[in-house]
């Protein structure tokens, strides 16, 4: 099956530090590039899409979505309810770990700061998981989801996000790699004690900053 075969790839790449630049020799394509650009990183206009193979179809009969574990109060959305919630509206890139980078997407959705207002972690919450509709599952730490740019998205320049883009609902994490960017989102857990997602438990950093090239574990 093809996409066994994908994953068998990355992590293999993860155990031999595949794509890790050498910072001294990155070419620098001029101040700007270089300050928006990560490294290793090159510029795509196309928006590539990446998955895992089984792209579920979630209507908005099945959509649902979940806030729960170390919160004050937990909430279980219709489609309905999470589109009724304050709308928010936002531009950022994205930086995907297999080296493609798309600037300037128009994303919109819930700001991750209104959920959170919402729901109220935990003094003790430090870390969330995505759960989505097709099983995968990404961690990231408390505060990198409490940024202003991170967002519920629901559209992309304009338009509903499609199904391959991970529609009705994906996150949107623009400071860490793209596979933090949950599609098909179905649950978000606040937890404790930290644990590895689909990637993270096949070599991929638990953090994942592009600027910092945290690849690989
Ligand atoms: N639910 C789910 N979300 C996912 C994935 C996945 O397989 N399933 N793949 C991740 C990876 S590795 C990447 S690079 C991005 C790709 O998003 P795109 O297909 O919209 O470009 O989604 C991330 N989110
Ligand atoms: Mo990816």
Redesign the pocket.
């Known amino acids: 099956m093809p996409h066994d075969k994908l994953i068998a790839a990355?992590e293999r790449w993860a155990r031999e530090g595949r794509l890790l630049t050498d910072l001294r020799g990155t070419k620098r394509a001029g101040v700007l590039e270089h300050d928006r650009l990560p490294p290793g990183q090159h510029l795509v206009s196309g928006?590539?899409?990446?998955?895992?193979?089984a792209e579920?179809n979630v209507t908005a009969q099945k959509f649902r979505l979940d806030i729960d574990g170390a919160v004050e109060n937990r909430v279980s959305l219709t489609l309905g309810e999470f589109m009724a919630l304050p709308q928010f509206e936002t531009v950022s890139d994205?930086h995907?770990?297999?080296q493609w980078s798309r600037y300037d997407n128009r994303w919109k959705g819930v700001a991750a700061r209104t959920l959170l207002e919402l729901i109220r972690p935990k003094p003790e919450a430090r870390y969330v998981m995505?759960h989505?509709?097709?099983?995968?599952t990404?961690n990231v730490a408390l505060e990198q989801f409490d940024q202003p740019d991170v967002a519920l998205v629901h559209e992309w320049e304009g338009k509903p996000l499609t199904v391959?883009?991970?529609g009705p609902v994906?996150?949107v994490v623009p400071q860490l790699?793209?596979?933090?960017?949950?599609?098909?989102?179905r649950r978000i857990e606040f937890i404790i004690s930290n644990r590895p997602g689909?990637?993270e438990q096949r070599g991929y950093h638990s953090n994942g900053d592009p600027w910092r090239e945290e690849r690989y574990s």
């Open positions: 990355k928006w590539p899409v990446l998955d895992l193979g579920p994205i995907c770990v297999t995505f989505s509709f097709d099983g995968y990404t391959a883009h991970g994906r996150m790699y793209f596979w933090k960017s949950a599609k098909w989102l689909f990637w």
